[in-house]
């Protein structure tokens, strides 16, 4: 129980800082406070580790499982890795300007081997991550338009928002792994 | 599948202040820009109470329901992700971390004391994002275990995620256990 929490906890850290986890663990209380780092490096933290972490179960979960489902009513595994990265799209082309995606999910039938997949959701990543460079501190602190809504959002709060809906399929996939009886690349051991 | 992309946009508009997000059209005007701290609050009490649905949802004889022996049960999920958001509100408060272990199940016995926990966990978060205010979202504070300066924001949108997490465990725990998320339900 200790460790999973610990490991929780150092997630969260790793994400929000995107130190190495043990050596965050081991610094000296009395250590001076590390330097801030800029708004925008700090959501682009956050979107990399979360994207690290589906990227490494797209990788990592075998080909042949890739259309389980624990039942009937849920998605795919494939399917969510296609949603959660799709969904992405929402933030990234809106960012830049464009409009948002036409498909709301990317069809299975469009990617179907796991490499494509794969393929899929690192290019997602790096999409996001790209449009978050390109704002820089400034760019990410201002306005956009949430079109759906007629809203003026700011940039990091949009950002923020599809960080925490990655959170929530990547969550699912976790209980996918177990439930497929593996163990999901998180909760290995260290090398 | 669109009703479940049109949620998640939802969800998003929502936590972006924006009620009804298909209520409106393009020639309407446009509603004020919330706050940042509103915004924050917002996205913090959005996965704060899809949570807290699901803990006074859940059967209370299924509460120690979990799918797999290696897992934490529904009950321990939820003490977990509650008990968690201290790493956001404690430090914000210039705090440690109240809870560095998860609160013991035995502790919390029926599922009334955990709703209970987890609704408090919640206000607790908010009441401090509230009280930080615009000006407090974008103040330094050090993290007592890694000494890394953040922002107030940042650190409760990490938190945010962290939720995100376990609530999608929790979604596939419904499933599993032969029940509909809340969030999965026909609207009323």
């Not at chain 1, 990592?60 to 992405?88: M, V």
């Not at chain 2, 987890?118 to 607790?124: L, R, S, V, Y």
Request: proline letters at 7%; a positive charge.
């Amino acid at each position: 129980m200790k460790r999973l929490f610990l490991i929780s906890v150092i997630a969260v850290w790793a994400a929000l800082t995107a130190m190495p986890a043990l050596a965050q663990d081991t610094a000296k209380k009395d250590a001076a406070p590390k330097p801030a780092v800029g708004l925008s490096q700090a959501v682009l933290d956050q979107w990399n580790e979360i994207g690290r972490k589906l990227v490494a179960m797209a990788e990592d979960f075998p080909e042949d499982k890739y259309d389980f489902k624990p039942t009937p009513g849920q998605r795919s595994f494939a399917e969510q890795l296609l949603h959660a990265a799709g969904a992405n799209y929402f933030f990234t082309n809106l960012v830049k300007g464009e409009k948002p995606p036409a498909q709301e999910d990317p069809p299975r039938a469009n990617f179907k081997t796991k490499a494509d997949v794969v393929a899929y959701v690192k290019k997602s990543m790096e999409d996001g991550a790209a449009a978050i460079k390109a704002k820089g501190d400034a760019g990410i602190a201002g306005m956009m338009v949430d079109p759906f809504a007629n809203q003026q959002v700011r940039v990091f709060d949009w950002a923020y928002g599809f960080i925490e809906h990655m959170g929530e399929h990547y969550g699912q996939l976790a209980v996918y792994y177990r439930v497929a009886g593996l163990v999901p690349p998180e909760s290995r051991p260290k090398k | 599948m669109k009703k479940v992309i049109a949620g998640a946009m939802l969800a998003l508009a929502v936590a972006s202040g924006a009620s009804f997000l298909f209520a409106r059209t393009r020639s309407e005007a446009r509603p004020p820009t919330p706050s940042p701290s509103q915004v924050v609050l917002s996205q913090w009490n959005e996965i704060g109470r899809k949570l807290v649905a699901m803990a006074e949802d859940f059967p209370e004889d299924k509460y120690d329901f979990k799918p797999t022996a290696a897992q934490r049960t529904f009950a321990e999920q939820i003490l977990h992700v509650s008990a968690s958001m201290y790493y956001f509100t404690d430090p914000a408060q210039g705090q440690k971390p109240r809870y560095p272990d998860d609160p013991k199940r035995d502790g919390l016995k029926t599922k009334a004391e955990i709703g209970a926990f987890t609704k408090k966990c919640i206000e607790d978060g908010a009441a401090v994002i509230k009280s930080k205010g615009d000006k407090g979202m974008s103040e330094w504070i050090t993290e007592p275990e890694s000494k890394q300066q953040v922002q107030v924001s940042d650190l409760a949108y990490s938190l945010t995620e962290h939720s995100g997490e376990h609530y999608g465990q929790l979604v596939v725990y419904y499933r599993l256990a032969g029940l509909v998320p809340p969030e999965s339900r026909p609207k009323k």
